[in-house]
């Protein structure tokens, strides 16, 4: 378990970020639909901006908590997840599909 301020903050925005995903997944099982842009649908992109921006911050809080030897599994897990999160976006920019 995460022992600093940095470390647990990095936790709840971790948590935050899987909150809108589920948000999002629900959405999606309820019948919400995309379009051909991805602001066609403006709650399924703004609940997938929150989770990815959650995502990030835990990353970077987590990177924080790190640096003040905080080196708990969960900071670990949140540092890998918001650069995974980062890549993914980083990604899609560079490479659209």
């Known amino acids: 378990m995460p022992r600093t301020q940095q470390g647990k903050w ?48 835990a990353g970077c809080v987590g990177v924080s908590a790190f640096r003040r030897s905080d080196r708990s599994l969960l900071v670990i897990a949140s540092i890998v997840i918001g650069a995974g999160v980062a890549l993914w976006i980083l990604a899609e920019i560079m490479f659209p599909h």
């Open 10 to 57: 990095s936790q709840r925005l971790l948590g935050l970020s899987a909150f809108f995903f589920v948000v999002f997944v629900g959405l999606v099982a309820s019948g919400q639909r995309g379009g051909e842009t991805f602001f066609a649908n403006g709650i399924l992109a703004w609940t997938m901006i929150g989770a990815a921006t959650a995502a990030m911050c």
